[in-house]
């Protein structure tokens, strides 16, 4: 058994040689390691610098031209440097006439291999054809959907409902746009980790007809409910010759409150409300000419009354405000199961498999048990996982390579990952920071997991390191006590797990300058602009870069070192 490297590398960290370096250690080690090393990148253009750079180093080693691994190498295996020239020259032979075998890719390449060698068993038909636009079969599709609704009753009144829902939301008319932003949600792993019983479901328009009801009803009788305790409050209020005016803090107050109920405005009771509950001495001034008469109406319902509404509210808080969510998009929900149908009635009849669908496909497949199976029919044996980027893995793409990768620290395989979460910049592709923030070490148990950070930046200067390191710091504290604060105000009280989350996100941020000797200086500029409903504020960013880099030019600082 063995450990799972989790190296946390910032920008300028080093992590593209720290990545090289550890898969030079295992093919410097033992030759045919090439071909049982999986390492995987986000996207083709990072797979071919990558690629490059190992035969690159390798080929330098070869020829005893300086490379910066040679000592590291020579330390590591405890041999001169003439047996890793030796070694370096059998490798580039076998890498360049092997070349297949060394899997340095992306996840996506990876899984369509895996795709292809399990056709029979996902029930693809033979031959497909790859689709990686989705946009092209999301068009095509919507076009379609419009067309039907002159055969579609149910489907004309939901497409009518949802057009009218967006346009007294103010998000516009243009029905086909709505439409395909839309179905872009379909391909997101959010909606593709529904069982198929939901969604069978939620495609019953008459199920949906009746659950839209029930949705009506709950939000309905909370309300009322509510706005009869308010209305039976005013009553109190008006035998006493009572006011709003005449309680402690007026239309803010908890007489304040009660109209509102009775307005048909329904908010949280509010803290006001909670410490007048139970307290008389709380309802009005002590200096009010009304005191007794407020004191008399207090005992005469007006507690009892806010006792219900702050219980009731309490009580059914979460039904309600699930119920209004759900109403909200229900119309963009069942148009969404339509829009999926359509599309998986396309793909099949011309045969066509989406890249997106590749992860959720593969979920069926690879499983701790299937691990052995999964390398027969791929004809690959990887004992060792690299996996770069990982802060833009998505759960589901995390779900289909644990498996291999457990099973390779199981039989004392080296796998790592490399990430940054203040990098995450994938999420609309359903990248999923919090995997490497929080969940890869009780993923991976019971195997454990060693963090190395990557703490020295050797690209900037160090006025760059200074800002960054401050900046983060800063941010992240602000950015969490506006959390902390919005989830108290809405709820009275924290939530396990969240009250430090961006706090434990960037606690490992600061970098350190490294040694070289020009790292001194560097040149930070942050200029506000005044935010405007026209977006006029991007034309002005817009107008103020050329004069900045022209200024940054005259000084003698090259283009290449700005950003």
């Not at 919507?142 to 009518?160: G, Q």
């Not at 396309?346 to 999964?374: M, Q, R």
């Not at 498996?403 to 979460?421: C, N, Q, R």
């Not at 890869?440 to 060693?450: C, G, N, Q, R, Y």
């Amino acid at each position: 058994m063995s450990n799972l490297q989790l190296y946390k590398a910032s920008a300028g960290s080093g992590k593209t040689f720290k990545l090289t370096e550890e898969y030079l250690k295992l093919i410097f080690k033992e030759p045919s390691n090439y071909k049982h090393i999986l390492a995987v990148t986000f996207t083709n253009k990072a797979t071919g610098e990558m690629k490059g750079r190992i035969v690159k180093e390798i080929f330098k080693l070869s020829t005893s031209t300086d490379s910066a691994y040679l000592q590291t190498l020579c330390k590591y295996l405890s041999v001169p440097e003439t047996e890793i020239k030796h070694r370096a020259c059998e490798l580039i032979n076998r890498i360049l006439h092997d070349y297949s075998r060394f899997s340095v890719s992306t996840i996506d390449s990876f899984f369509q291999r895996i795709i292809r060698s399990f056709v029979k068993e996902t029930g693809i038909q033979a031959g497909f054809s790859l689709e990686m636009d989705d946009r092209k079969i999301l068009e095509i599709v919507c076009d379609e959907l419009l067309i039907d609704i002159e055969n579609n009753d149910d489907l004309k009144n939901w497409l009518f409902r949802f057009a009218e829902e967006k346009v007294e939301s103010g998000k516009g008319w243009n029905l086909m746009s709505e439409l395909q932003n839309l179905g872009n949600e379909v391909f997101k792993e959010i909606y593709k980790l529904f069982d198929k019983e939901l969604i069978e479901k939620i495609q019953d328009k008459t199920f949906l007809s009746s659950y839209l009801k029930a949705l009506e009803n709950i939000v309905s009788e909370f309300e009322q409910y509510l706005i009869n305790i308010g209305d039976s409050a005013l009553l109190v209020m008006n035998n006493h010759n009572l006011s709003v005016d005449d309680f402690s803090y007026g239309k803010t107050g908890i007489a304040g409150y009660f109209f509102k109920l009775a307005e048909k405005r329904i908010s949280t009771p509010g803290k006001r409300a909670a410490d007048a509950l139970n307290n008389p001495d709380a309802w009005a001034k002590k200096t009010s000419k009304k005191l007794q008469l407020v004191k008399e109406a207090y005992h005469a319902g007006l507690n009892k009354l806010l006792d219900d509404a702050i219980n009731y509210y309490n009580d059914n808080e979460s039904k309600y405000i699930t119920a209004q969510l759900i109403l909200k998009n229900i119309y963009a929900l069942g148009i969404l199961t339509d829009i999926s149908k359509k599309i998986k009635k396309y793909c099949s009849e011309n045969n066509l498999f989406l890249l997106s669908d590749a992860p959720k496909l593969l979920k069926g497949v690879i499983s701790e048990s299937e691990v052995p199976f999964v390398y027969e029919k791929t004809g690959y044996l990887y004992r060792h996982f690299m996996i770069d980027e990982f802060q833009d893995t998505s759960s589901m793409q995390w779900g289909n390579f644990k498996p291999l990768v457990k099973m390779s620290l199981s039989e004392g395989g080296k796998s790592l990952v490399v990430g940054d979460v203040k990098q995450s910049i994938y999420r609309w592709r359903n990248g999923d920071w919090k995997l490497l923030a929080e969940q890869l070490p009780s993923d991976i148990k019971p195997f454990e997991t060693d963090e190395i950070s990557l703490d020295v930046n050797w690209r900037s200067k160090r006025n760059i390191i200074g800002f960054n390191n401050t900046f983060f710091s800063a941010a992240s504290v602000i950015l969490q006590d506006s959390l902390n604060d919005k989830i108290k105000e809405n709820r009275n009280e924290n939530l396990p797990g969240l009250e430090s989350r961006i706090l434990n996100a960037y606690k490992n941020a600061a970098q350190q300058s490294s040694n070289k000797e020009d790292v001194d200086g560097g040149e930070v500029q942050v200029s506000f602009i005044e935010r405007d409903e026209n977006n006029e504020w991007r034309e002005f960013a817009l107008n103020m870069l050329p004069e900045i880099i022209e200024e940054l030019q005259d000084k003698g600082v090259l283009l290449k070192d700005i950003v």
